[in-house]
């Protein structure tokens, strides 16, 4: 009998666990305030929490339709035509567990061995994973911090005859940065030049602090046709674990997904289905409340470093600051500093070099902010601590 590691498809073999549970696992050990992986730190909003529970009781427990409830595709166009000026049907939405499941159907759906797929990085961890697995060739396009900007000739090079897709992050986490139109306009460009498709993953849509409204890579001419757009509820919402999300294509490429997505998951807890179409109809009014409370937490995160004397890197969108350490004061590298910070100070946060494949950035860490007011101080007060026994 083979060892275990021999079993295991190398993909998997030579992976460590993700930073972000290998993060809260160890706050959870240690007790630490989590900065680390993103969710916000109370039970959600009461208005999908009493609708999940009405569903459960009066609705169904047993199978939904596999692309979703049709109330709940309906409820997501309505969303898309009301935030985001887009037209589109019930037909292109396929409900999934979680934008990670519909990257991962995505994936399997589109890339065929041999395929390239471009990866801006810093990446969320899963996306270069999933490409391997289903036979592709990851080939990485590193933005530079401050601004991550994407840059046309350094795309227009990466892109040979195999490339096959793109996969774009926008808002980018770890970043907390939004592509400019002018950006979107040249990514699609070049998709539409090179006949490309784009997975477009677009959960950070709704956590924006630019004042910019979010435009999806998809509403670029020529882009409907090629771009499959995922979303979230778990951040729309702020419901991490309910793990609802869903891709969004043109009606013959979403049929294509619904395979993939069919024999993944299969579809998704009801109740919660319903409560998610419930909270998309809930009133602009809510929605800039939510924004609100977000925005607070973000600047009451933001004064508490800096008083603490982190540069804290500019953000746009997302629940996560970036600090640079370097300009900080502070020589240790960003995978030092989390390791040491969740141990000294008893405050996890997440290495940007954790979300990078090729040559990273080590001087950045990742906070997310949206904690109760509390809770930002005390961790603003022991990282303040921990900086002055560094430096
Ligand atoms: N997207 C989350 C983050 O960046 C992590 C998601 C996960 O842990 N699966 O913190």
């Given amino acids: 009998m083979a060892r275990a590691g021999e079993l295991i498809h190398p993909v998997y073999a030579e992976m460590q666990t993700t930073v972000f549970e290998a993060m809260s696992g160890l706050a959870r050990e240690l007790g630490a305030i989590n900065l680390g992986q993103g969710f916000p730190d109370d039970l959600g909003p009461v208005e999908l929490i009493d609708a999940a529970a009405r569903a459960l009781r009066e609705k169904s427990n047993q199978y939904p339709p596999s692309a979703g409830l049709p109330e709940l595709r309906d409820a997501i166009c309505a969303f898309y035509q009301r935030r985001q000026g887009m037209a589109l049907s019930r037909e292109q939405v396929i409900v999934t567990s979680g934008a990670t499941e519909a990257i991962a159907g995505a994936v399997l759906a589109l890339v065929s061995p041999g395929d390239e797929v471009i990866l801006f990085q810093p990446a969320y961890d899963a996306y270069a994973p999933m ?129 993939a997505h069919q024999f993944i998951t299969f579809t998704s807890p009801p109740a919660l289905q319903w409560a998610v179409a419930e909270g998309l109809a809930l009133p602009d009014a809510w929605f800039a409340a939510r924004d609100a409370g977000w925005a607070a937490s973000r600047q009451r995160l933001k004064r508490g470093l800096e008083g603490a004397g982190f540069v804290v890197l500019p953000n746009a969108a997302t629940w996560f600051l970036c600090v640079d350490l370097a300009a900080s004061g502070i020589a240790l590298g960003d995978r030092a500093f989390s390791e040491r910070a969740i141990r000294e100070a008893g405050v996890a946060s997440i290495p940007v070099s954790a979300l990078f494949e090729g040559e990273a950035p080590q001087h950045i860490v990742r906070f997310c902010f949206t904690k109760p007011d509390a809770m930002l101080d005390e961790a603003v007060q022991r990282l303040a601590g921990f900086r002055r026994s560094l430096v």
């Fill in 131 to 259: 490409v391997r697995r289903a036979g592709g060739v990851p080939v990485s396009v590193a933005l530079q911090p401050p601004m991550w900007r994407y840059e046309a000739k350094q795309l227009a090079a990466a892109i040979t005859s195999r490339t096959r897709l793109l996969i774009l992050n926008d808002p980018l986490n770890p970043a907390g940065t939004a592509a400019s139109e002018a950006e979107l306009a040249m990514i699609s460009g070049l998709c539409v030049e090179n006949d490309l498709i784009a997975i477009s993953d677009e959960v950070w849509e709704d956590v924006r602090f630019d004042g910019a409204g979010h435009r999806s890579l998809m509403s670029f001419p020529g882009m409907a046709k090629r771009t499959v757009k995922i979303g979230s509820a778990g951040k729309i919402f702020g419901l991490t674990g309910w793990k609802s999300g869903w891709m969004i294509a043109a009606p013959e490429l979403a049929k294509g997904l619904a395979r």
